[in-house]
């Protein structure tokens, strides 16, 4: 059995992912729009650094499906 994880946490990483997903979707925008090589290999840092963290934070959903409400 796991302790129950603070609604307030699980909260919070709801929130911040959905904030990644935003910022996402901005640099990804971005990065179909630009042509300059080096702020495409930028964005593209960008963006593998935001996915890394988003998939951190996916990593509550089965935590937050499971809390009790």
């Known amino acids: 059995m796991t302790a129950p994880i603070a609604q ?3 909260a919070s990483a ?5 904030v990644l997903e935003e910022f996402i979707a901005v ?5 179909a729009s630009t042509t300059d090589i080096f702020a495409r290999d930028s ?7 935001l996915t ?8 509550f959903l089965p935590l937050a ?3 009790p409400v």
């Open 8 to 10: 307030d946490v699980l």
């Open 14 to 18: 709801t929130l911040h992912l959905d």
């Open 27 to 31: 640099v990804r925008r971005r990065l």
């Open 43 to 49: 964005l593209t840092d960008l963006l593998l650094s």
């Open 52 to 59: 890394e963290q988003r998939d951190g934070y996916q990593a």
């Open 65 to 67: 499906a499971a809390e």
